[in-house]
C-alpha cells in the first residue's frame, strides 16, 4: 500500500493563529467561560424561584380572598346572586388548578401538635380533651411548594382544659364533710 500525493487533493492551509495556539490557554479560557456561564444560569434560576414564590403567594392571597368573599355572601337568594357567587367560585377553582401545577399544597395543622418551622401562634383557647399546644383552627393556611416552605400558618391552639366556672360548688369529700357538720 503505497499513498501517494496527489496534486489534486484539496489543501487547508493552516491559520497563521493556529501556527502560535497554545491550547493548555484554549482549554483555560474555555472553562473559565463555561464557569461563568454556570453561575449566571444559577443566579437566574435563583431569581426564577424568587419570581414564582412571589407569584404564588399572589394566587394564593387571591384565592383566600375568594374563599373570603364566598363564606361572607352565604346562600344566594336570587338566581343573579346565585350566578355572580358561582362565576367566583370557578375563579377560585381555577386559581387551586395553577396552584396545583406548580405543586402548592396546603399544610395540615389542624389537630395536629403545633409545628414551630412551619406555624405562627395567633392566639389560644381553652379547649376541654384537647392536649395543650393542639392546632384547633388555623386563621390562615399555609402552604408548601416544591422548594420549601411557601407561607407560614396562622393557627389557634389549645392552652388545655377549661378553668371550672366561677360559682361552682365544690363538690369534694372535704368540703361535703365541712358543710354537714
Known sequence: MRHTFDFED????????????????????????????????????????????EMLLEFISLSDDIANIAERW????????????GSVIALGRKIVAIMKHHQVEPLDTIGQP?????SDVAGSEASEGVPTGVVLRELQVGYTWPQGLLRRAKVVVSSGSPPPAQGAENTSPSTTEAKGR
Open 10 to 53: 484539496s489543501f487547508y492551509p493552516v491559520p497563521p493563529a493556529a501556527v502560535d495556539a497554545n491550547p493548555a490557554t484554549a482549554i483555560r479560557d474555555l472553562l473559565y467561560r463555561v464557569a461563568r456561564l454556570e453561575q449566571s444560569l444559577g443566579e437566574q434560576r435563583v431569581q426564577a424561584a424568587a419570581d414564582t414564590k
Open 74 to 85: 352565604g346562600v344566594a337568594t336570587k338566581a343573579q346572586e346565585a350566578a355572580l357567587i
Open 114 to 118: 403545633l409545628d414551630a418551622d412551619t
